[in-house]
């Protein structure tokens, strides 16, 4: 079964408002890595928090890790329409051995 | 320049034929990835080698095989192609230590079986 799993699976929003995806997993983590696919492209690496940290940001992005509720979200803050992407979670399971990514969250973000 | 390239981008072939996938990068990693991505952008680890070494072998049928000839390469060939194989499969590379680095994808190739 996935090891990390998104939600909202789709989320609509227009420019400028806030984005908050979620992601749920079941097993102990060393890390935890957010991915963003944009349509037809290869994923890009977005940010990486390790499971002794509770936030992390970058530019517009903002993500929290809560390895008690073995969840993580993230947040991009005044989103554009060049943020319409797929954003998947990924979580090294298997005791660190392999990534396993999540389903993705399909984020549209209307001008 | 690009960091990890694939070819082809596109491959329509019939079933039962045999097929290869090659994925080279610049980045000068030792770790090398192919992924499947499903039509529900499900993404699945299938291969995962270290310095030429297959370390990562998951359940995938015994038809796909991967080929490192140098670290800087890994190949997937395909044989007896079947519809279900038809997705986006990713080549990825990092570096050592598998799961605790970020990983850089390349552009990916659709293929589609008829």
């Known amino acids: 079964s996935q090891q990390g799993e998104e939600d909202p699976q789709a989320l609509s929003i227009q420019e400028g408002e806030n984005a908050t995806m979620n992601c749920s997993y079941k097993t102990s983590i060393n890390n935890l890595q957010w991915y963003r696919q944009n349509s037809g492209r290869g994923l890009v690496h977005l940010i990486l928090i390790r499971s002794n940290e509770r936030e992390k940001h970058s530019g517009r992005l903002r993500v929290t890790l809560d390895t008690s509720k073995k969840s993580s979200s993230l947040l991009i803050t005044a989103s554009r329409a060049a943020d319409t992407a797929s954003y998947f979670c990924a979580t090294d399971g298997d005791g660190g051995f392999k990534t396993i990514f999540g389903a993705g969250t399909r984020l549209f973000v209307k001008a | 320049d690009t960091a990890v390239s694939q070819t082809p981008k596109y491959l329509v072939t019939q079933m039962g034929n045999d097929k290869s996938i090659k994925c080279e990068q610049n980045l000068g990693h030792d770790t090398m990835y192919w992924y499947k991505q499903d039509s529900k952008k499900f993404l699945k680890i299938m291969f995962s080698y270290n310095n030429k070494e297959l370390i990562i072998n998951e359940t995938v049928p015994n038809r796909f095989s991967p080929k490192s000839p140098d670290k800087a390469h890994l190949n997937l060939h395909i044989n007896s192609l079947e519809l279900g194989d038809s997705a986006v499969y990713f080549c990825?590379?990092?570096?050592?230590?598998?799961?605790?680095?970020?990983?850089?994808f390349g552009p990916g190739t659709r293929l589609t079986v008829t």
């Open positions: 990825a590379s990092s570096k050592p230590g598998l799961a605790s680095h970020e990983q850089y």
